[in-house]
């Protein structure tokens, strides 16, 4: 037996217990994990250092080297997230629905747990902690594969995370990290149907793809964003400043970024200047359609580029904007339809009927009014941390948190019914 056929039977023998772990022992559990990450913060970043030193000398991007690294702030805000869960309630065992029927059978249907879920990741180290502590809170063993560019911190944090859920009296192997970098171990991985009960990849496009054509079991994907946010004709412009700004700059190299913002005919000459110096200052390029450059050229300190076809519907993950001028709303849901990835999309406007059919006819997991993308995260939604976000429309869509873990069964109970 190999050693991940060894990680993936512990795993299974695990989640058995766990479906029925009180939820005292998971809190318990999970406030230790988020206490150690503190007390052990020194161990953690060191480990985040070198992984970081090693990827910059490589010559990996600035949006990867973001998501890679570790501050102590950033701990912190993952520790506080963790803690989150550990005060929301537990899905486990909820009944959703009951009813008795006309012949005296009780039914109801009650959330379980998954069971066994594969977690194959790219850069994030904090994607470890989250995603084990949201398998412990919803009853489902966990085997993590990160991305050999973040080796050493996923270690490091896998450590931390098993070592206080053990201690709380979480069942042994309910967290297991694949420590190898060989590739053919994931591909083993995405064969282990009946072990693995569902497999989460997040990560670039090619991960997402490769794992979505090779998996046996179910997969859930997401995390491509290619958010668009539309200035209405009826937009505030102060408004409409403030939310393209935040959405493009506060943190771009993310998937809930702004990509392209489309403005109305009848606002771009008033809006357009606005944001784009706000932008500039932020040192964000532009790429602009025709009619967006005849606007802001006159404007010299800004960073111009005429905007080429596949600006439309390219994830920039970088201080990269495209914009495009439309002549009405059914234009800029035409151009969302055809290049949005279904992760988040906005319209900033003071017309309610505009925005209702702008809520309405957008097909994505997000849709906004009159704010931010950057708010689709489950620690925003008030669901703690996140294992990603479902661009999907089967079993999850937007962020995954506690409830998206879990499925449900049927209990019947009779009293020596027979069926006529």
């Known amino acids: 037996?190999?050693?991940?056929?060894?990680?993936?039977?512990?795993?299974?023998?695990?989640?058995?217990?766990?479906?029925?772990?009180?939820?005292?022992?998971?809190?318990?559990?999970?406030?230790?994990?988020?206490?150690?990450?503190?007390?052990?913060?020194?161990?953690?970043?060191?480990?985040?250092?070198?992984?970081?030193?090693?990827?910059?000398?490589?010559?990996?991007?600035?949006?990867?080297?973001?998501?890679?690294?570790?501050?102590?702030?950033?701990?912190?805000?993952?520790?506080?997230?963790?803690?989150?869960?550990?005060?929301?309630?537990?899905?486990?065992?909820?009944?959703?629905?009951?009813?008795?029927?006309?012949?005296?059978?009780?039914?109801?249907?009650?959330?379980?747990?998954?069971?066994?879920?594969?977690?194959?990741?790219?850069?994030?180290?904090?994607?470890?902690?989250?995603?084990?502590?949201?398998c412990l809170k919803s009853g489902n063993a966990v085997i993590l594969r990160g991305g050999k560019e973040a080796l050493r911190s996923n270690l490091a944090l896998a450590k931390v995370v098993q070592e206080a859920a053990y201690k709380a009296g979480v069942p042994q192997g309910s967290v297991q990290i694949i420590e190898s970098t060989d590739r053919a171990l994931v591909d083993y991985m995405l064969k282990m149907k009946g072990t693995i009960d569902l497999i989460i990849p997040r990560g670039g496009t090619g991960l997402i793809k490769s794992v979505a054509e090779n998996a046996a079991m179910p997969v859930v994907t997401g995390g491509i964003g290619v958010c668009h946010t539309y200035v209405d004709k009826n937009a505030d412009l102060n408004k409409a400043v403030a939310i393209a700004y935040n959405a493009k700059v506060q943190r771009p190299t993310v998937c809930n970024a702004l990509d392209t913002l489309l403005v109305h005919t009848e606002i771009a000459p008033r809006y357009l200047p606005l944001i784009a110096q706000e932008w500039a200052k932020a040192s964000v390029e532009m790429h602009c359609d025709k009619r967006a450059l005849t606007i802001l050229k006159p404007i010299t300190s800004l960073k111009l580029v005429p905007a080429k076809a596949d600006d439309w519907g390219k994830e920039f993950l970088a201080l990269i904007a495209a914009i495009k001028v439309v002549d009405s709303l059914d234009e800029a849901l035409e151009h969302i339809e055809h290049y949005g990835s279904g992760h988040s999309e906005a319209i900033v406007t003071e017309d309610k009927s505009a925005a209702a059919r702008f809520l309405n006819e957008v097909d994505a997991a997000c849709v906004y009014a009159n704010a931010s993308t950057r708010f689709t995260d489950g620690s925003q939604f008030g669901l703690g941390a996140e294992i990603g976000i479902s661009t999907q429309k089967f079993h999850a869509r937007g962020p995954m948190a506690l409830r998206e873990l879990t499925s449900y069964k049927w209990l019947i109970v009779g009293d020596g019914h027979v069926r006529p």
């Open 1 to 134: 037996m190999t050693e991940l056929e060894e990680k993936g039977k512990a795993a299974k023998a695990a989640s058995k217990k766990l479906a029925s772990l009180p939820t005292e022992v998971k809190n318990r559990a999970i406030l230790g994990i988020a206490d150690a990450l503190g007390a052990r913060q020194n161990e953690i970043l060191a480990a985040n250092s070198q992984d970081y030193n090693e990827s910059e000398a490589s010559g990996m991007s600035a949006a990867m080297l973001d998501r890679l690294m570790l501050n102590p702030s950033r701990l912190e805000g993952i520790a506080n997230d963790v803690r989150t869960v550990a005060a929301l309630a537990d899905p486990v065992g909820e009944v959703i629905e009951k009813r008795t029927l006309p012949n005296g059978l009780h039914l109801s249907k009650k959330r379980v747990p998954l069971g066994v879920i594969g977690a194959i990741y790219e850069s994030r180290p904090n994607v470890t902690v989250d995603i084990s502590v949201l």
